[in-house]
T-cell receptor, first 115, second 115 residues
């Protein structure tokens, strides 16, 4: 089955700096890679996702890159703000019966943005 | 269109009791997924269901845990004879069929505490 590894487990950055989180996956059949942000006591919320036919995707201060050959993908947050502080999870999915909802999650990265 | 609804939000059970967690998917979604999140850990896939069918239960513990998604009504995750190690947040996610819309929407979760 799929195995997703995520690094680092914790990340402290100064406000305004960039944050980068990296993930690797094992199943070459995986072709959907979402990133979720989870604040303490709340549900995971999708912040950006990428499909395997795209190498990079950007949404304002957030970008994700995917290298299918190397089986790794990364989340980049620029100009970090205190409200970016949360746990971030990467995930990988292989479509099954027309659905992509079975996700294999990384262990998470606790991001702390200090003013 | 209400989001994924889970209830109860918090559930306290004594060891040996049964826990029933409910999940109503978003309107039009026919795929339901259950995930478990142990304290300070990532989300682990448990089971994938469609109406009246269990599609993938590879993440379900072999004993005491069961799930259903009946033709009418919410999906139910049932834990019999709970133990302290079952204490966790249980999240349900739903997605529509087809690959055109890939996002899995998460509910707010049920936080189970076994005392």
């Amino acid at each position: 089955g799929e195995n997703v590894e995520q690094h680092p487990s914790t990340l402290s950055v100064q406000e305004g700096d960039s944050a980068v989180i990296k993930c690797t996956y094992s199943d070459s059949a995986s072709n959907y890679f979402p990133w979720y942000k989870q604040e303490l006591g709340k549900r995971p919320q999708l912040i950006i996702d990428i499909r395997s036919n795209v190498g990079e995707k950007k949404d304002q201060r957030i970008a994700v890159t995917l290298n299918k050959t190397a089986k790794h993908f990364s989340l980049h947050i620029t100009e970090t703000q205190p409200e970016d502080s949360a746990v971030y999870f990467c995930a990988a999915s292989t479509p099954r019966l027309g659905s992509w909802g079975k996700l294999q999650f990384g262990a998470g990265t606790q991001v702390v943005v200090t003013p | 269109n209400a989001g994924v609804m889970q209830n109860p939000r918090h559930l306290v059970r004594r060891r040996g009791q049964e826990a029933r967690l409910r999940c109503s998917p978003m309107k039009g979604h026919s795929h339901v997924y259950w995930y478990r999140q142990l304290p300070e850990e990532g989300l682990k896939f448990m089971v994938y269901l469609q109406k009246e069918n269990i599609i993938d239960e590879s993440g379900m513990p072999k004993e005491r845990f069961s799930a259903e998604f009946p033709k009418e009504g919410p999906s139910i995750l049932r834990i019999q004879q709970v133990v302290r190690g079952d204490s966790a947040a249980y999240f349900c996610a739903s997605s529509p069929p087809g690959q055109a819309n890939t996002e899995a929407f998460f509910g707010q979760g049920t936080r189970l505490t076994v005392v």
